[in-house]
């Protein structure tokens, strides 16, 4: 039986620590992939983005139809497995414990496929600014992105990052932690009834950038409208929302972090 419970910890620990790594190593791919600045100066970036900006003789469609697949792709993902029939899935396995573990590992993959294989738009750039040789602007996006990933990640780090990538869940279940889980039990109901963090910093992030090029304006249209309708707030969440303001904000954001583990 001990022999048992060892190996079930170190699979359960196994999944947590593989899904911590590749969430923080998709975060900080997503963060290159969309405030990257391109290297006009340079003569290859600049003759393809002088291809960009001309009428092009390539293939467009399948490069389109491939890019749309890979968006819709991370777009159905993110969504089946957060749907109570996936949950009530994966809670009939008995793998509750690893459900967000799994949830974060499959959208950090998926992200992370659709960041090296997404392909390259034949068309017109509908804005270019070239920042290589001109420090003010270059200072600015570099700043003005920097801040916006900045609010985005303390949110999440209030929010609780180790419950959003399902540490705090197999602690939980291997610990049995009485006291972890009743701090964690307000925050998950929170959760449930609110947005992403930093929705509206991740907005700008996509819009406000020197380049608009074809491939990046697609994935800042469907990633917004994603994030707008996608998940929408109903008038119960917003009522469960208010209703913690009796329960206290502090207890919800600040006390679990006494039970968090690092």
């Given at each position: 039986m001990t022999?048992?419970l ?9 999944v947590?620590?593989t899904?911590?790594l590749?969430?923080?190593l998709?975060s900080?791919?997503?963060t ?6 391109p290297?006009?100066h ?5 003759a393809a ?7 092009c003789?390539?293939?467009?469609l399948?490069?389109?139809l ?5 968006v819709?792709l991370f ?5 089946l497995m957060a749907?109570?029939?996936w ?5 009939s ?5 690893l459900r967000?573990?799994?949830y974060?590992?499959?959208s950090s993959?998926?992200?992370?496929y ?6 390259a ?7 270019q ?5 001109n420090?003010?602007p270059?200072l600015?996006f570099?700043?003005?992105h ?5 609010i ?5 780090y209030c929010l ?7 540490w705090?869940?197999?602690k ?6 009485d ?13 449930h009834?609110?947005r992403?963090?930093g929705?509206?910093?991740f907005?700008l992030?996509l ?6 090029s ?10 917004s409208l ?5 998940h ?7 009522m ?5 303001e009796?329960?206290?904000w502090k207890d919800i954001?600040?006390e ?5 583990i690092?």
């Amino acid at each position: 039986m001990t022999r048992m419970l060892s190996v079930k910890q170190c699979v359960y620990w196994s999944v947590a620590v593989t899904a911590l790594l590749i969430t923080l190593l998709s975060s900080f791919s997503l963060t290159l992939f969309l405030s990257s600045q391109p290297n006009l100066h340079n003569d290859s970036s600049q003759a393809a983005m002088l291809a960009y900006s001309n009428s092009c003789q390539g293939p467009f469609l399948y490069p389109l139809l491939w890019n749309l697949f890979l968006v819709f792709l991370f777009c159905c993902q993110h969504s089946l497995m957060a749907s109570n029939q996936w949950k009530g899935f994966v809670d009939s396995l008995g793998l509750s414990s690893l459900r967000k573990a799994i949830y974060s590992l499959a959208s950090s993959l998926t992200l992370m496929y659709l960041i090296r294989h997404s392909s390259a738009l034949c068309g017109p750039t509908l804005w270019q600014l070239n920042t290589s040789d001109n420090l003010l602007p270059w200072l600015f996006f570099v700043l003005f992105h920097s801040i916006l990933w900045f609010i985005i990640y303390v949110c999440a780090y209030c929010l609780d990052v180790m419950d959003l990538v399902g540490w705090t869940d197999v602690k939980r279940e291997l610990e049995e932690c009485d006291d972890v889980r009743q701090a964690v039990a307000p925050r998950t109901k929170l959760l449930h009834h609110m947005r992403h963090s930093g929705v509206g910093c991740f907005l700008l992030i996509l819009w406000v950038h020197p380049v608009m090029s074809m491939e990046r304006f697609l994935v800042s249209l469907v990633f917004s409208l994603y994030v707008l309708f996608g998940h929408r707030v109903t008038e119960r969440d917003h009522m469960f929302v208010m209703s913690q303001e009796d329960y206290g904000w502090k207890d919800i954001i600040l006390e679990p972090h006494h039970g968090h583990i690092g």
